[in-house]
């Protein structure tokens, strides 16, 4: 377990990735800037704590793809289950760091935050599933499309653009909470590769 633990640098990348979240959360969950739309006549608001699962979303993909192939190919360790407990409980740190922050600071945009953070992580294990780069794109791709095309009009995303809907909103929160759960279990059945 302690070779995982190192492996996987739980302490370099993991809980770094999740206090930068904590603290941008934290100070920035208002932010936010107009973009230009794409296929509508007027601008989008892309608001900071869209982009901020990201941090979660890059640190947890970079700790995964983390091998010691020397150890890992050893059949008796279960490996797939410690990795997808990293996987929840980075996503549960997460979440409750922004349910916290939304709750003191009254902020919608930071429960949007947690929820996203979910959407995007299930889609970085999905998309790890399929090829190891496209579980850094995937989400990144995601946050810029709905950035930028994901408005049908000022303040209406697309129903497809669950990260730009509200955060009370509870069918999109039950649609990323499936996404995430679909990564898991995808997780769990991926074997990964080494690193070069």
Same mark, same amino acid.
């Given at each position: 377990?302690?070779?995982? *633990?190192?492996?996987?640098?739980?302490? =370099?990348?993991?809980?770094?990735?999740?206090? !930068?979240?904590?603290l941008l959360a934290a100070v920035a969950h208002g932010e936010s800037v107009a973009l230009p739309g794409l296929i509508t006549s007027g601008g989008n608001l892309l608001f900071l704590m869209h982009i901020t699962p990201l941090i979660v979303t890059g640190t947890l993909a970079?700790? #995964?793809?983390q091998r010691l192939p020397e150890a890992e190919d050893l059949t008796v360790r279960p490996l797939p289950l410690y990795d997808v407990a990293l996987a929840l409980g980075t996503v549960a740190a %997460? #979440?409750?760091? !922004?349910?916290?922050?939304? =709750?003191?600071?009254?902020?919608?945009? %930071? *429960?949007? %935050?947690?929820?996203?953070?979910?959407?995007?992580?299930?889609?970085?294990?999905?998309?790890?599933?399929?090829h190891p780069q496209a579980a850094t794109v995937a989400p990144v791709a995601w946050v810029f499309i709905a950035a930028f095309v994901g408005y049908r009009d000022f303040h209406r995303p697309w129903p497809w653009a669950v990260t730009l809907h509200p955060a009370g909103y509870l069918p999109t929160f039950l649609f990323?909470? !499936?996404?995430? #759960?679909?990564?898991?279990?995808?997780?769990?059945? /991926?074997?990964?590769?080494? /690193?070069?």
């Amino acid at each position: 377990m302690i070779w995982w *633990y190192k492996g996987r640098r739980l302490t =370099a990348v993991v809980l770094p990735g999740l206090l !930068a979240f904590t603290l941008l959360a934290a100070v920035a969950h208002g932010e936010s800037v107009a973009l230009p739309g794409l296929i509508t006549s007027g601008g989008n608001l892309l608001f900071l704590m869209h982009i901020t699962p990201l941090i979660v979303t890059g640190t947890l993909a970079h700790s #995964l793809a983390q091998r010691l192939p020397e150890a890992e190919d050893l059949t008796v360790r279960p490996l797939p289950l410690y990795d997808v407990a990293l996987a929840l409980g980075t996503v549960a740190a %997460a #979440l409750s760091a !922004a349910v916290t922050i939304g =709750a003191l600071a009254d902020s919608p945009t %930071a *429960y949007e %935050a947690g929820r996203n953070t979910l959407f995007l992580t299930g889609l970085m294990l999905l998309g790890g599933a399929v090829h190891p780069q496209a579980a850094t794109v995937a989400p990144v791709a995601w946050v810029f499309i709905a950035a930028f095309v994901g408005y049908r009009d000022f303040h209406r995303p697309w129903p497809w653009a669950v990260t730009l809907h509200p955060a009370g909103y509870l069918p999109t929160f039950l649609f990323c909470l !499936a996404v995430f #759960l679909c990564g898991l279990v995808a997780l769990r059945h /991926t074997r990964r590769r080494p /690193t070069s």
